[in-house]
């Protein structure tokens, strides 16, 4: 039995209505899987908490969660609470304090999912961009001088180590490797002229290792071109984290909207929990509206099994989404549906139940 503790933030705004269908897709695999088993607790941290306590989580956050497998994460951020303070005080902190310095997000175009670009074909649009978790332009590091005078001075500064830069390089070409795909990095070498001119070296010295690579470097404006006009070009990308911010969003709104963007921040020594979310935001101005979107909190769930080794149901839930997309009768009002967000889950469950058969494959090892 493969027994694994999952503990839930499920935050703000639509976040709890979305999460509740991740876990609804969970216990269903666990009913149909006589081998695993899943634990969730609950956390009630966000910014109703903030509110209340005037923290988003407990001082022994971290060290609370250190006891989990994973932390399944719904979203932050609501009115009344400065953006800043709910990003830094729980989202931000966790990666951080877990070194989850890898960000997975799957830019891929599922059948069904709606897509503004014309004539692009389904596989046109099918990467993984890793983007840099830890450090670079969100390291915090900075200063504010002068605050309210004439001569006021805001100093933000981005910090790239040779540690934090390497290692995410590093990664990006094993899965490359492993993928057997192209990467491509993505950086703004030309303006940047010590931050990314560093990012381009330390991409040139990592390649020589893998010669079986084929690579690609893009400038970050030509690069954003290029995920609309030609995002074929893309397989592996691994870039930093403002520019991997940006590009993912920007590649969610090609791949069928924000209500499929998922996201995984791995800690890939495993020392530490690693976190799987959905990216949308928490939406306030819909939520308790019962109308959210909640497959990409279970395409987030996806990611979940893969990590924990589980590649065969990572890869049966996400051909679930694609089949109830390409059904069409269970789909919430951003797809173009009149779908209830239970509803949802509920179809993504019952495609998964017609195909029980997975329960006799022998799980994957984890790797």
Same mark, same amino acid.
């Given at each position: 039995?493969?027994?694994?503790? &999952?503990?839930? &933030?499920?935050?703000? +705004?639509?976040?709890?209505?979305? /999460?509740?269908?991740?876990?609804?897709?969970? #216990?269903?695999?666990?009913?149909?899987? +006589? %081998?695993?088993? @899943?634990?969730?607790?609950? @956390?009630?941290?966000?910014?109703?908490?903030?509110?209340?306590?005037?923290?988003?989580?407990?001082?022994?956050? /971290?060290?609370?969660? #250190?006891?989990?497998? !994973? &932390?399944?994460?719904?979203?932050?951020?609501?009115?009344?609470?400065?953006?800043?303070?709910?990003?830094?005080?729980?989202?931000?902190?966790?990666?951080? +304090?877990?070194?989850?310095?890898?960000? /997975?997000?799957? $830019?891929?175009?599922?059948?069904?999912?709606?897509?503004?670009?014309?004539?692009?074909?389904?596989?046109?649009?099918?990467?993984?961009?890793?983007?840099?978790?830890?450090?670079?332009?969100?390291?915090?590091? +900075?200063?504010?001088?002068?605050?309210?005078?004439?001569?006021?001075?805001?100093?933000?500064?981005?910090?790239?180590?040779?540690?934090?830069?390497?290692?995410?390089?590093?990664?990006?070409?094993?899965?490359?490797?492993?993928?057997?795909?192209? *990467?491509?990095?993505?950086?703004?070498?030309?303006?940047? %002229?010590?931050?990314?001119?560093?990012?381009?070296?330390? @991409? $040139?010295?990592?390649?020589?290792?893998?010669?079986?690579?084929?690579?690609?470097?893009?400038?970050?404006?030509?690069?954003?071109? @290029?995920?609309?006009?030609?995002?074929?070009?893309?397989?592996?990308?691994?870039?930093?984290?403002?520019?991997?911010?940006?590009?993912?969003?920007?590649? !969610?709104?090609?791949?069928?909207?924000?209500?499929?963007?998922?996201?995984?921040?791995?800690?890939?020594?495993?020392?530490?929990?690693?976190?799987?979310?959905?990216?949308?935001?928490?939406?306030?101005?819909?939520?308790?509206?019962?109308?959210? %979107?909640?497959?990409?909190? &279970?395409?987030? $769930?996806?990611? *979940?099994?893969?990590?924990?080794?589980?590649?065969?149901?990572?890869?049966?839930?996400? %051909?679930?989404?694609?089949?109830?997309?390409?059904?069409?009768?269970? *789909?919430?009002?951003?797809?173009?549906?009149?779908?209830?967000?239970?509803?949802?889950?509920?179809?993504?469950?019952?495609?998964?139940?017609?195909?029980?058969?997975?329960?006799?494959?022998?799980?994957?090892?984890?790797?």
């Amino acid at each position: 039995m493969n027994s694994y503790k &999952i503990a839930v &933030i499920a935050g703000d +705004g639509i976040g709890p209505e979305v /999460l509740a269908e991740g876990i609804k897709v969970l #216990k269903a695999i666990e009913e149909l899987d +006589g %081998n695993i088993h @899943f634990e969730f607790t609950h @956390f009630p941290w966000g910014c109703q908490y903030y509110l209340k306590h005037g923290k988003m989580m407990d001082d022994d956050g /971290l060290e609370k969660l #250190k006891a989990y497998d !994973a &932390i399944y994460l719904g979203a932050v951020g609501f009115p009344g609470v400065p953006d800043h303070i709910s990003l830094w005080d729980l989202l931000l902190k966790i990666r951080k +304090g877990f070194d989850q310095y890898v960000n /997975l997000r799957p $830019v891929q175009l599922l059948e069904g999912a709606p897509c503004p670009l014309k004539d692009v074909k389904r596989e046109d649009i099918n990467m993984i961009v890793i983007r840099e978790n830890s450090e670079g332009e969100y390291a915090g590091a +900075g200063d504010w001088l002068f605050k309210g005078k004439p001569e006021e001075v805001v100093l933000q500064t981005g910090v790239f180590s040779r540690k934090g830069t390497e290692r995410i390089i590093r990664y990006a070409f094993e899965l490359a490797r492993k993928e057997k795909k192209t *990467l491509t990095s993505i950086s703004k070498g030309n303006a940047l %002229n010590y931050s990314m001119v560093f990012w381009d070296e330390v @991409f $040139v010295e990592v390649g020589k290792q893998y010669p079986d690579v084929q690579t690609y470097s893009y400038l970050v404006d030509a690069a954003a071109m @290029f995920f609309v006009k030609q995002p074929q070009r893309f397989q592996i990308v691994v870039t930093s984290n403002l520019f991997g911010d940006i590009l993912t969003d920007l590649g !969610a709104a090609i791949a069928g909207g924000m209500g499929l963007a998922a996201g995984a921040n791995i800690n890939p020594e495993r020392k530490y929990p690693s976190m799987f979310e959905p990216v949308h935001g928490s939406a306030p101005d819909i939520a308790g509206k019962a109308i959210a %979107n909640p497959l990409a909190a &279970i395409w987030s $769930v996806s990611q *979940l099994l893969d990590f924990f080794g589980h590649s065969t149901w990572g890869k049966e839930v996400l %051909n679930a989404i694609e089949s109830v997309l390409v059904e069409a009768k269970n *789909l919430t009002p951003d797809m173009g549906g009149k779908a209830k967000t239970s509803a949802v889950g509920d179809a993504v469950v019952a495609v998964l139940s017609k195909k029980s058969r997975v329960k006799e494959i022998s799980p994957d090892i984890v790797q």
